[in-house]
C-alpha cells in the first residue's frame, strides 16, 4: 500500500528481533515485516537504520508517518531510554512517550515506556503493551494476565489497574539447563511428551520448593534407567513450568488467568494452570500488542477513534 | 620415597581433576600430586596412562603396588564401570571393589563402587567414600553429612548406615546464572560482601518455593538502584545456597549435621545452616577422603592394620 493510506507503524522490539506492523486509517493490520535485529545486536545509533531498512517498503516520498515502539527499544541499551512508569498505574493511559530523534524525515518514533515496581524489585518492557491491549477490550478486568516468555510475568490487574507484577526467569532456566548443564547429556534436543510434561509439572506445582534437588533426578534417572532423552526433556520443562506455577500460587489462586501467547510454551502454561484448577484462557499475542499499540497511537492523536 | 616403605596409593578422580595420595606402611600420608586431567577429558584407554605419567616419581622397578580410586574413574564414561551400591547399606564393608586393567606391572588399579537410590533416582561417585571416611571414626553416627559441592549431597546416616541422599544442583545453577543468564550483567566475576550474602540466604531459607521469581529481582533492583556488582553476586550465592538449605529442611532438622569441605563453598553452607539453627561442624575434606580409600585398602588386605 502506498503511505497516502498509511496511518501509524507499530513495532514490538525484543531483545533478539524487531518487528513491524503497518495499520491504515480504518485501524486494520495491512502488512508485517520481521527482522532478527532486536536490541541485543544495536547501538543507540544503530536503531534508525536498522528500523528504516526494515519498514522503507512501508515508507513514501516525503510525507511523515508515525511510529509507535514498545519494548526493548526503550531500555538503557536500546535506542534512548524510556522512563519506566512505576505500578500502581492506569496502562498507558497519560503516559508519557519518548521522542527517538530521527534524521529520516519521513518517520516520527515515538517510544512507550515500561513498568517498574519498588518492592520486590521488577521491570518490564513490552508486556505492559500487550497487557494494556488486553485490558483496551477488558476495562474492568480483576485477576492477572500471565505471559510467558524468557521471562515470563505474573501481572496483577484490579478493575483495570496493574497493582504488581513478579517475574520468573523460567524460560531462560530451561534454556541454560537443557544445554549447558550436566542435563544436556540426559535431555534431547527437541520433542514433546506431554505424559511426561504433565507429570513433572503437577509434581512441582504441588511442591515447588524443591527445584534444585528435581533437576538432579532428571540425571540420576538416565544414568540409572536410560530412558528417552526426549522424556526428560519433557520432565525438565514440567518441572520448570509447575515449579513456577507452584511458586507463583498466591498470585493466581482464585482469580482468573488471562495468558497471552500464541506460542507452544503459552500452551504449555495454559494447561498446568488448567489441571491445578484455574480459571484460565489464552489471548492472542498480536491482538493484544496491536490493541496496546493502538491505544499508544490514539493517545498520541495519531490514530482514528 | 622408595616404593619398598609404600603400602598404597590413593586416587580421586573427579570430571576436571585427579588427585593422588601416597600412603606408607604406618598409614600416613607421605605425599600427594595433583593433575588437571579428569574423567571430563580422558577416554578409556587414556586413564592407565594419565594414572601412571602422574604417579610415575612414586613407582619402583618392578614391585607392584595397589592403587585405590573412588570417583569419577567408575562412572560409565570413565575408565570401567564400577557398579552403584543401592541404598539403604553400611558404606564401603562388602563393597565389591572393580578391577581397572592395566599394561604396566607396577600398578594395580581398584575402583570403588558408587552408590544409587531408586526412589527419588540419585546418584553419588566419591562423596560415599568421604562419608565412609568420616563414619570411620564415627561408626555410630546418626545424622545427616552434607557434602558441598557442583552438585551438593546431603546424606541421612543412621547407626553408620546410609539410608538415603539428595543431590542438589545448587554450585552448577550458580555457575550457569552468573555467567551465562541475564544476570550476568549485574554480578560481578567475583567478590564478597558477607552480609549481602546472609540476607539473601536467610530469606531463600524462608521461602525456597521462588527461587526463580527472586533471582530476577537480581536483575530488576540492578536495573533500577544500579547497586555494587560484587553485593549482587553475593545476593545471588545467598538466594541459591539458601534455596537449597530451606528446600532441605525436611533431612537436617533436628539432627546434626557434619559437612564435608574445606572449601569457601563449605564455609558459607556452614554459616547458612548455623543461622538455621542447625547443630553443624565442619569436616576436613581430605582427612575424609584419606581415611575412606583407607577403609577400600584394608578391606582389600593391603593397608597396615
Redesign the interface.
Known amino acids: 500500500m502506498s503511505s497516502q493510506q498509511a496511518q501509524w507503524i507499530g513495532i514490538d522490539c525484543g531483545t533478539s528481533n524487531l518487528r513491524a506492523f503497518l495499520i491504515d486509517q480504518s485501524g486494520a493490520l495491512v502488512a508485517e515485516l520481521d527482522s532478527d535485529k532486536g536490541m541485543g545486536c544495536l547501538k543507540p545509533e544503530e536503531f534508525e537504520g536498522a528500523l528504516v531498512s526494515l519498514i522503507e517498503p512501508w515508507l513514501g516520498q516525503g510525507e511523515t508517518i508515525p511510529v509507535f515502539a514498545c519494548g526493548m527499544v526503550g531500555a ?1 541499551q536500546g535506542w534512548i531510554e524510556a522512563k ?1 512508569r512505576p505500578v500502581p498505574c492506569k496502562l498507558l493511559q497519560d503516559a508519557q512517550l519518548t521522542r527517538a530523534e530521527t534524521s529520516d524525515p519521513r518517520i516520527e518514533v515515538f517510544i512507550l515506556p515500561g513498568l ?3 518492592t ?4 518490564m518492557r513490552g508486556e505492559e503493551t500487550q497487557v494494556a491491549g488486553f485490558l483496551a477490550s477488558e476495562p474492568g478486568y480483576c485477576g492477572v494476565v500471565c505471559l510467558p516468555g524468557t ?1 515470563t510475568k505474573w501481572v496483577s490487574v484490579d478493575n483495570g489497574i496493574v497493582g504488581a507484577f ?5 524460560g ?2 530451561f534454556t ?2 537443557a544445554q ?3 542435563l544436556r547429556h540426559s535431555v534431547s534436543e527437541a520433542g514433546e511428551d506431554p505424559e511426561a510434561f504433565m507429570g513433572a509439572a503437577k509434581k512441582a506445582a504441588e511442591h ?10 532428571l ?3 538416565s ?3 536410560d530412558p528417552e532423552p526426549r522424556v526428560a526433556r519433557a520432565q525438565l520443562s514440567g518441572m ?1 513450568i509447575g ?2 506455577i ?3 500460587r498466591k498470585i493466581w489462586s482464585g482469580l482468573p488467568v488471562a495468558i497471552i501467547g500464541t506460542s507452544k510454551l503459552a500452551s504449555l502454561y495454559h494447561a498446568v494452570l488448567d489441571a491445578e484448577g484455574a480459571d484460565t484462557r489464552l489471548i492472542d499475542t498480536k491482538f493484544a500488542t496491536l490493541s496496546g499499540l493502538a491505544m499508544a497511537a490514539k493517545q498520541a492523536g495519531a490514530a482514528v477513534a
Chains 1, 2 share one sequence.
Open positions: 538503557r519506566y517498574s515496581q519498588d520486590p524489585a521488577d521491570v521471562h513478579q517475574t520468573f526467569m523460567t531462560e532456566l541454560l539447563l549447558h548443564s550436566i515447588p520448593e524443591s527445584i534444585a534437588l528435581k533437576l538432579f533426578g540425571r540420576a534417572t544414568l540409572l534407567n520448570i515449579h513456577e507452584g511458586a507463583a
